[in-house]
């Protein structure tokens, strides 16, 4: 691999392996997600410390709170890389509630309010739930069904962003009548859908892109996880470069991981392995966007997939615990 990208695959991998020791039953769907977050910071998680900072986690905030649980690794890394843990713990804890006045408590409101936490003040983080919940009931409106608390995530980015409210949701619309022919998931298509209203381009432009790169990648052999990982192929098609770059890449990371411990297809599937690859590809360039509007897309695209990531762990907990009873 090239020096920037193997350098990356190198602390995704170590941090990844801090995290696995640090906390062993922590959930295999989120576990990785946290690992680019730290490899996308330049940090090399230190053990004793992620452990230090776990105890002023349950110091501020309630095990009861929706901060916790799912929460609790995002949260803990958000807080691992601010300069004062236990300030950063307790502004994203103000901020999740100033949401609360405008959104239904859940998982996924705390996670909004974990990844901006620390940018917002009271002021700003009250307007931003304003705005937020105003794009909710407008997709709510459109797809009543579909919309539930998982996107209150994607609200709050698509609030970010400098395009008035209805240009964001006819986009959206464009973008989701586009992806839901090839795509059946139309849970993960509308969060595909939020994050390209928020890029720039034209809705066809993108979906074709993204619709092209998913193509490229099974003429190739590889086929891209359709369901909860769709969120990440949106993430790394938004990248400026071509969908032939974009694939050499992945499948070029993809190669990395398959020699790393942990990712022997005995042990991980190929499916799950290029996902991460879609990842830390997008990490890799996605760091190059210049533009506020280009940045911000691709940060709502990397957090779509995480709380996408997210979703699988809520899934397979509460499927654990029905199992259990």
């Known amino acids: 691999m090239t020096n920037n990208i193997n350098e990356l695959g190198t602390l ?52 009861i709170s929706y901060l916790r649980g799912a929460s609790d690794l995002p949260l803990l890394v958000e807080m691992y890389l601010a300069e004062d843990a236990k300030a950063a713990a307790e502004r994203i804890e103000a901020v999740y509630k100033i949401f609360k006045k405008h959104f239904t408590r859940s998982e996924y409101l705390a996670f ?110 590889r086929k891209f996880d359709k369901f909860y990982g769709l969120p990440v192929l949106a993430a790394v098609s938004l990248c400026e470069q071509d969908i032939k770059t974009i694939a050499d890449t992945m499948l070029e990371i993809d190669d990395f991981l398959k020699t790393q411990k942990g990712y022997n297809p005995l042990i991980k599937d190929k499916q799950t392995r290029l996902l991460h690859a879609a990842m830390l590809t997008s990490t890799a360039f996605g760091a190059n966007e210049n533009s506020k509007t280009a940045t911000l897309a691709m940060m709502a695209a990397q957090q779509a997939a995480e709380c996408a990531m997210i979703t699988c762990a809520i899934v397979a907990s509460t499927s654990a615990a029905n199992a259990a009873n």
Do not use: W
């Open 12 to 63: 995704y991998i170590a941090n990844r392996d801090a995290l696995k020791k640090a906390f062993p039953l922590e959930s295999t769907y989120i576990l990785p997600s946290a690992a680019n977050k730290l490899a996308a910071a330049g940090v090399t998680a230190d053990v004793d410390s992620l452990k230090e900072t776990k105890k002023i986690m349950k110091a501020a905030i309630s095990s």
């Open 112 to 221: 909004l309010a974990i990844l901006l936490g620390q940018q917002l003040d009271d002021e700003k983080a009250d307007a931003l739930g304003v705005r937020a919940k105003k794009l909710y009931d407008m997709m709510k409106k459109e797809h009543p069904i579909l919309t539930g608390s998982e996107d209150s995530t994607m609200a709050g980015f698509m609030a970010l962003s400098d395009k008035d409210d209805e240009q964001l949701i006819t986009e959206c619309e464009e973008c989701f009548d586009l992806l839901k022919k090839k795509f059946s998931s139309k849970g993960s298509v509308q969060s595909c859908s939020q994050v390209f209203a928020i890029a720039d381009n034209g809705s066809k432009e993108k979906a074709d892109k993204m619709i092209a790169l998913y193509d490229l990648l099974k003429e190739g052999g």
